[in-house]
Structures are given as C-alpha cells and as structure tokens.
C-alpha cells in the first residue's frame, strides 16, 4: 500500500465529506462493510471448494495417474445394408421406387 502522507489524507477526507455529504456517509461505509463481507464469504467459500476437490482426487488416489481407456471399437454398418431412411416413395405417376429420403 502506498505511503501516505497526513496531508494527503486529509484532502482525501474531505473529497469523500464532500461527494457523499455528512449525512450519507454513515450509509455508505456500511454498505461497504456489507459488500467486504459478502465478497470475503464468497471467496472463502471458493477456496474451500477448491480443497475439496483437491482432496477428493487425492482420496482416489491410482485412479489418477491412470490414463484414460481408449473407446471401445465401434461396429461399422455393413456395406451391403440399405440406407437406414430408404423408404418407398410414389411419384405423381404412380410408380414406386426406393430412394433415400433426405430431408
């Protein structure tokens, strides 16, 4: 933090008298204090989450340092299957044929 100086203080106090007014002033340092509060809660609050995750991946220990599994294989579709939304279609002639339906 800074150095500062009596006289320096003083032209920051009466900046502050001056912006707020007396009467305001009370207001104001409380609802500061609220909001330190509120903020030092919420970053306590964060940093206990951080150690239980810390502990939780601890507490698992092998499982860790193992590398995950590959996939398992995944079965392609044959070759010589249809097309999964081949469907008969009419045509205005009135012929049917089988062509894929995109869309």
């Known amino acids: 933090m800074p150095n500062l100086r009596w ?3 003083l032209i920051i106090v009466a900046l502050v008298l001056l ?4 009467k305001r002033l009370p207001d104001a340092a409380r609802g500061l204090g609220r909001s330190l509060r509120i903020f030092k809660a919420e970053t306590k ?6 150690e239980d995750e810390e502990s939780s991946a601890d507490a698992s220990g092998s499982n860790s340092a193992q590398p995950p ?3 398992s294989a995944i079965e392609s579709p044959s070759r010589d299957a249809p097309p999964a939304n081949s469907e008969p279609i009419e045509h205005d002639s009135g012929e049917r ?3 894929t339906n995109n869309g």
Do not use: H, I, N
């Open 7 to 9: 006289q320096e203080l």
């Open 19 to 22: 912006l707020f007014g007396a």
């Open 45 to 50: 609050g964060l940093v206990d989450g951080e």
């Open 69 to 71: 599994a590959p996939p």
């Open 97 to 99: 044929s089988t062509e």
